[in-house]
């Protein structure tokens, strides 16, 4: 999640020190620590709940699944064998137009 060295590490570590204090840094570090472990139990809650309240049908929904791009790419191209045969690949693949080619036109889709 966070990219973060050694030497990072150690320089925040460094600075939590000087501006906290060595008394209060301990508490300073359980009050993080409770405070992420209850963010993370309301996440959760809301998490059931939500999969709670769409039934029973959904039960095996992810919620980061609802994100515009994973939803694409899980219902659209999830199932696909050929990756050739995605879009932006297809035309990748073919070697695209030539220049002054005109593109494929379908009258009745119009």
Do not use: C
Request: glycine residues 8%; hydrophobic residues 40%; negative net charge.
């Amino acid at each position: 999640m966070f990219d973060v060295g050694f030497g990072e590490a150690a320089v925040l570590a460094v600075l939590a020190l000087l501006i906290f204090g060595p008394e209060r840094l301990p508490k300073m570090a359980a009050q993080a620590g409770r405070a992420l472990r209850q963010l993370r139990q309301m996440a959760n809650n809301a998490q059931n709940d939500l999969k709670a309240g769409l039934g029973p049908e959904f039960r095996d929904m992810d919620v980061a699944d609802l994100n515009p791009r994973r939803f694409v790419r899980k219902h659209l191209w999830e199932d696909e064998d050929d990756p050739s045969s995605r879009p932006e690949e297809a035309t990748v693949a073919s070697g695209g137009l030539d220049y002054g080619e005109r593109p494929p036109f379908d009258r009745e889709a119009t």
